[in-house]
């Protein structure tokens, strides 16, 4: 059974930090690409931040650029978003998802095999 499971959130000041993790299960992790993506209320799910599976290669949202960086661990399959100086329009769920196919030079899937479930990210004072 394929399991990606999206926690580390939580409810944090503006200014502030967290790190997700996506710990997976199921499939060849090596082998997919890694994509977090966030979904605020009354928007659309958009993409934030992805890695490659092989070279490491990884794409940031301009939103985030500077901000969150993302890693992966592939000894245990799991894939980290660290989230440094949160901004109040941060707040969203967050997604990761898993992909095969990637086109060359870039880090993000052109589609999504697997999702996790979200975890809830509050930015608030």
């Known amino acids: 059974e394929v399991q990606l499971q999206a926690s580390g959130g939580g409810l944090v000041q503006p200014g502030g930090s967290l790190r997700l993790s996506c710990t997976t299960s199921?499939?060849?992790?090596?082998?997919?690409?890694i994509s977090w993506r966030r979904q605020a209320p009354g928007k659309e799910r958009e993409g934030v931040s992805c890695i490659r599976s092989i070279g490491g290669r990884t794409y940031y949202a301009d939103s985030v650029k500077g901000r969150f960086t993302i890693s992966r661990d592939n000894a245990k399959n799991t894939v980290y978003l660290q989230m440094n100086n949160l901004k109040l329009e941060d707040t969203a769920v967050y997604y990761c998802?898993?992909?095969?196919?990637?086109?060359?030079?870039?880090?993000?899937?052109?589609?999504?095999?697997?999702w996790g479930q979200g975890t809830l990210v509050t930015v608030s004072s």
């Open positions: 998802a898993a992909g095969s196919t990637v086109t060359p030079g870039n880090a993000c899937p052109q589609w999504y095999d697997y």
């Open positions: 199921g499939f060849t992790f090596d082998d997919y690409s």
